[in-house]
């Protein structure tokens, strides 16, 4: 599966955005797809994930209660809602999926697919 995150952009702090990660492929729903963000200077973090038929999320506390993962498996695309936003939120961040792994894997190694990363900017 070929994964194209978008929707990043510039936003002050408190406003709010939507990532996008559609996938190519017609085997979507197989796949458990995760967000994850990585700010300068720092590892890859885990944000987010969804399960195969978007009935189950986990979210980092760092986001918990600030975002919101769905998925629409007939247009192949999962959309992180992000409200609320932190100067700390700065990063690029990127989708990846996995037919194995579960919404609790929230390791880099439990991703097989990933995309090209979107930026996020929140200003303060």
């Known amino acids: 599966v070929q994964l194209q995150a978008c929707g990043g952009g510039l936003v002050q702090t408190g406003g709010s955005l939507r990532l996008s990660c559609a996938a190519s492929g017609r085997t979507f729903s197989s796949y458990v797809v995760g967000w994850f963000r990585q700010a300068p200077g720092k590892e890859r973090e885990f944000v987010a994930a969804?399960?195969?038929?978007?009935?189950?999320?986990n979210y980092a506390d760092s986001v918990k209660g600030r975002s919101i993962l769905s998925r629409d498996n007939a247009k192949s695309t999962v959309y992180l809602q992000m409200n609320s936003l932190k100067p700390e939120d700065t990063a690029v961040y990127y989708c990846?999926?996995?037919?194995?792994?579960?919404?609790?894997?929230?390791?880099?190694?439990?991703?097989?697919?990933w995309g090209q990363g979107t930026q996020v900017t929140v200003s303060s």
């Open positions: 969804i399960s195969r038929s978007g009935g189950s999320t």
């Open positions: 990846a999926a996995d037919r194995s792994t579960t919404v609790w894997g929230g390791m880099i190694d439990d991703y097989d697919y």
